[in-house]
């Protein structure tokens, strides 16, 4: 895991990973500055602010990898284990998280456990999909996007975890279909494909963002007849014992 984060690290200092990584603190401040609460906390990339425009008071920063270059607000946790306690959070902003871990579930999973009711998930990943990966046979693009797309999550896949961790989705945006390319102004010629690909063709952009919100826990109409019987069952146990007594005392 470790070496395919400073891949990725690596990747967004670079002039191509820049441009792409302004794209996307855009559509993260736009996401988190009415999402009201207290603690929020961002997993991966925490040397650039995703959270600056969150109006949340305490702010966590976790780096997925342990490295030697790290701020005092920056802690080292495994994404699949964090140190935060059940229910103690209203935001959690996963940056390529599932993108680098051996077990992206359980980092969903977790991500689940450290919520509360009603908080907010946002994850941000790369299309396996998109033109980037099936363009990658090319030589100049193994500089320019160092990416294997088998440790990419689908979005299809996503979506799937996050509803059967009792997820709500409110929000899914695809974006940037320009190529990837060894300088961003031959990139930002390309600049018309954005609004195209975003009518033509979404399935093939570069980028995914997924917002889904934890939901309350309640009782499915099931549960609450179960619950009904139970009660039945416990008030009839508790009544039994006076009955047979009556009946002794009569004879």
């Known amino acids: 895991m470790e070496n395919k984060y400073r891949t990725l690290q690596t990747w967004f200092q670079s002039e191509q990973g820049q441009y792409i ?3 996307e603190i855009q559509k993260i401040h736009q996401l988190t500055k009415n999402i009201s609460g207290h603690t929020a906390v961002q997993i991966g990339l925490s040397e650039h602010n995703l959270l600056l425009h969150s109006p949340m008071l305490n702010k966590i920063y976790i780096e997925p990898a342990e490295h030697t270059k790290i701020e005092k607000r920056i802690t080292y946790c495994p994404p699949d284990i964090l140190s935060l306690d059940e229910a ?3 935001l959690v902003i996963l940056a390529h998280t599932l993108e680098i871990t051996s077990n992206p579930y359980d980092t969903l999973k977790e991500v689940q456990r450290i919520l509360k009711p009603e908080g907010r998930m946002i994850a941000i990943g790369f299309n396996p999909y998109s033109l980037w990966t099936l363009t990658q046979w090319l030589p100049y693009k193994r500089e320019t996007f160092p990416f294997k797309r ?3 999550v689908p979005v299809k896949t996503l979506q799937g975890w996050i509803q059967q961790l009792g997820f709500t989705i409110d929000h ?4 940037l279909y320009i190529p990837i390319l060894q300088k961003t102004t031959h990139m930002k010629r390309w600049h018309v494909l954005n609004k195209m690909g975003d009518r033509w ?3 093939l952009s570069g980028l995914y963002i ?3 919100c934890m939901q309350p826990f309640c009782m499915t109409p099931t549960e609450v007849i179960k619950e009904r019987i139970k009660q039945r069952l416990q008030q ?3 009544l039994a014992p006076n009955s047979t007594k009556s009946k002794t005392n009569s004879t």
């Open 210 to 212: 997924i917002s889904a």
């Open 236 to 238: 009839h146990t508790a």
């Open 150 to 152: 088998k440790t990419f």
């Open 88 to 90: 103690s959070t209203d």
């Open 21 to 23: 990584l302004d794209w």
């Open 172 to 175: 899914g945006e695809f974006g």
């Open 201 to 203: 063709w979404p399935s």
